[in-house]
């Protein structure tokens, strides 16, 4: 069965970085486009992130643009999203999605991404 399992999230200051993964198995992953959603707190989910199969395009919701930059390294049927210049507002629980939007074929459990100082 399709399993997503997202890392990397923690506690950060503003300004700060991290760096969440996912890693997928349970179907082909070089096949799928995937994405990135987050749900913070009393907020509904909101699609971040999404990649084409092949990693070449990417595409973001406008409030992460030039912050957050999605990738993946299909040898290793991974997704990542860098986070830079990090704010409070990115403070959400993280998902890996296969597919398109937040809820796409199937959802990861999420990573909690927090920023404060």
């Known amino acids: 069965q399709v399993q997503l399992v997202e890392s990397g999230g923690g506690l950060a200051q503003p300004g700060g970085s991290l760096r969440l993964s996912c890693a997928a198995s349970?179907?082909?992953?070089?096949?799928?486009?995937m994405s990135w959603a987050r749900q913070a707190p009393g907020k509904e989910l909101e699609w971040v992130s999404g990649i084409y199969s092949t990693g070449r395009y990417a595409y973001y919701v406008d409030s992460v643009k030039g912050r957050l930059t999605a990738s993946r390294d299909n040898a290793k049927n991974t997704l990542y999203l860098q986070m830079n210049s990090l704010k409070p507002e990115d403070t959400a629980l993280y998902y890996c999605?296969?597919?398109?939007?937040?809820?796409?074929?199937?959802r990861g459990q999420g990573t909690q991404v927090t920023v404060s100082s």
């Open positions: 999605v296969q597919g398109w939007g937040v809820n796409g074929h199937s």
């Open positions: 349970g179907f082909t992953f070089s096949n799928y486009a």
